[in-house]
């Protein structure tokens, strides 16, 4: 095997916060069988690391004494990496690029919001460093809210706060033991439906309706919580239509 083959295996391997917060099921399938390289998640991964890349760089130049930036580090065994830290109060930024809205980014949960895998992350990292919050800088690259039909002159950067106690630190810390573990055991014995699976959380089971796993056999529970999903929509569509 050459070098770079061992060291794809060793990152399959390896159990990152990103790996816990999305959907472990689906990155034990994807770190088992090598994953599926769609153009979607090149874009997607394009798109993240170019903003995060250029967001930093600008930050820790133009404000060297305020940012910071940090190495991959080891939390009992689950890597983790944060964007980027205020050196002055220690506190860890994670920053992220989405096509949402402001219009929808401000409605209340779950049909608004800032997106709830990017929340568990930022809270992965306030729990891990033992922090009290966190700060999430979104960019939104859509024009959906076009200021002729707002009013509103759009806004592409946003800033939210994520504030957590010690105990729900502690809880948080717990449960990314729990998946992080079984994800590790379905890697181990070659079985991803051993990992934890989404389909079961309201905040998070928007996955599976793009979900490779979940459209075949693969995932009986992920493919039903697909088809529910979809339904929904179909009846609520129905239901805006109706009512107009």
């Known amino acids: 095997k050459t070098q770079s083959q061992k060291e794809t295996e060793q990152r399959r391997g390896e159990v990152h916060v990103y790996d816990l917060v999305n959907c472990p099921r689906k990155q034990a399938y994807e770190k088992l069988e090598g994953g599926q390289l769609t153009e979607r998640k090149i874009m997607y991964f394009m798109r993240g690391k170019a903003i995060e890349y250029v967001i930093k760089q600008l930050l820790i130049k133009e404000y060297p ?29 994670e920053i992220k690029s989405s096509t949402t809205p402001s219009s929808i980014l401000y409605k209340s949960p779950p049909y608004g919001g800032p997106s ?20 999430l800088y979104y960019f939104l690259m859509s024009e959906k809210d ?46 991803p439906n051993l990992a934890f699976g989404v389909y079961d959380d309201a905040r998070l089971q928007f996955q599976c309706i793009q979900c490779d796993y979940a459209k075949t056999d693969k995932c009986d529970l992920g493919y039903d919580s697909r088809l529910k999903q979809i339904q929904g929509k179909k009846d609520r569509m129905k239901e805006y239509r109706n009512k107009k």
């Open 146 to 191: 076009m200021e002729h039909l707002t009013g509103i002159k759009p806004e592409w950067i946003h800033i939210f706060v994520v504030t957590m106690t010690r105990r729900e630190r502690e809880q948080w810390l717990y449960t990314l033991e729990q998946r992080a573990q079984g994800l590790k055991i379905a890697m181990e014995l070659g079985k």
């Open 65 to 93: 004494n305020m940012f910071g930036e940090t190495d991959m580090k080891d939390y009992k065994g689950i890597k983790f990496g944060v964007d980027i830290y205020r050196k002055d109060m220690n506190v860890p930024i």
């Open 116 to 135: 709830s895998t990017y929340i568990d992350q930022l809270k992965s990292y306030i729990s891990i460093t033992g922090n009290h919050f966190g700060l």
